[in-house]
T-cell receptor
Framework: QKEVEQNSGPLSVPEGAIASLNCTYS??????FFWYRQYSGKSPELIMF????GDKEDGRFTAQLNKASQYVSLLIRDSQPSDSATYLC????????????FGKGTKLSVKP | ETGVTQTPRHLVMGMTNKKSLKCEQH?????MYWYKQSAKKPLELMFV???????ENNSVPSRFSPECPNSSHLFLHLHTLQPEDSALYLC????????????????FGPGTRLLVL
C-alpha cells in the first residue's frame, strides 16, 4: 500500500528560526509532490509543488526533493507565529491520475 | 464568488436521514474530488471526477453517492450514515488530473463539518 509518512509533531520553533518539515513516501514511481498548510478548522491551502530533484524556492518557503531517498522536505525561513499550522505532504504516484496520497501532517508551532 | 465553495458548512443528521453536500468551483477546472478528513487520520480520497466522468472510487461505502452534473458542480448524497462517518468532507478541484504542477494542483473548498448522531 502506498504511504506517505510525516512526523506528527508538534514541532516547536522560536520566531525567526528555520522550521524544517520532512516527508517520506513509499512509491518509488511517484512523480508529483505537494505541500499544503492547514490552519485549525480550515481547509488545506497549497504552499507549493515540486517535481524535480533539488530545491525550489518561493519566498520564505523552500521545498527539497530527493527521489533516490524518497524524501521531500519543506523549509520555512524566518518563521512567524502566523505560520503555526499543520503542514500536509501529498504525493501523486506514478501512473495514477488525480489520486493524491496525503500524510497525516506535521503540526508546527512558532513561539513569539 | 471565486474559488471552491461548499454548502452547507455544518450538518447534523440522524442515521436514517438523507442529505446532500454541494460543491461548486468557479475556476474553470475539469476535475473535481471528494475527500474525507477524520481526526488523526490523513485525508482520504473518496471520489474523482474528470469532465463529469467518475475516474476513481476508493472503496467507499454505498451510503455515499456522488453526482457530477457538470464540470462546475459536484454533489455527495448521504443516506443511512453511521456515527463513524462524522468528519470534515472536503471538495477540491484541479485543471486536470496530471501534471505539470499547475494543471494537477488541487484547490480545496472550506469543507462541510458533518456530525452523525
Amino acid at each position: 500500500q502506498k504511504e506517505v509518512e510525516q512526523n506528527s509533531g508538534p514541532l516547536s520553533v522560536p520566531e525567526g528560526a528555520i522550521a524544517s518539515l520532512n516527508c517520506t513516501y513509499s512509491d518509488r514511481g511517484s512523480q508529483s509532490f505537494f505541500w499544503y498548510r492547514q490552519y485549525s478548522g480550515k481547509s488545506p491551502e497549497l504552499i507549493m509543488f515540486i517535481y524535480s530533484n533539488g530545491d525550489k524556492e518561493d519566498g520564505r518557503f523552500t521545498a527539497q526533493l530527493n527521489k533516490a531517498s524518497q524524501y521531500v522536505s519543506l523549509l520555512i525561513r524566518d518563521s512567524q507565529p502566523s505560520d503555526s499550522a499543520t503542514y500536509l505532504c501529498a504525493v501523486r504516484g506514478g501512473g495514477s491520475q488525480g489520486n493524491l496520497i496525503f500524510g497525516k501532517g506535521t503540526k508546527l508551532s512558532v513561539k513569539p | 464568488e471565486t474559488g471552491v465553495t461548499q454548502t452547507p458548512r455544518h450538518l447534523v443528521m440522524g442515521m436514517t436521514n438523507k442529505k446532500s453536500l454541494k460543491c461548486e468551483q468557479h475556476l474553470g477546472h475539469n476535475a473535481m474530488y471528494w475527500y474525507k478528513q477524520s481526526a488523526k487520520k490523513p485525508l482520504e480520497l473518496m471520489f474523482v471526477y474528470s469532465l463529469e466522468e467518475r475516474v476513481e472510487n476508493n472503496s467507499v461505502p454505498s451510503r455515499f453517492s456522488p453526482e457530477c452534473p457538470n464540470s462546475s458542480h459536484l454533489f455527495l448524497h448521504l443516506h443511512t450514515l453511521q456515527p463513524e462517518d462524522s468528519a470534515l468532507y472536503l471538495c477540491a478541484s484541479s485543471q486536470g488530473l496530471a501534471g505539470p504542477g499547475y494543471q494537477e494542483t488541487q484547490y480545496f473548498g472550506p469543507g462541510t463539518r458533518l456530525l452523525v448522531l
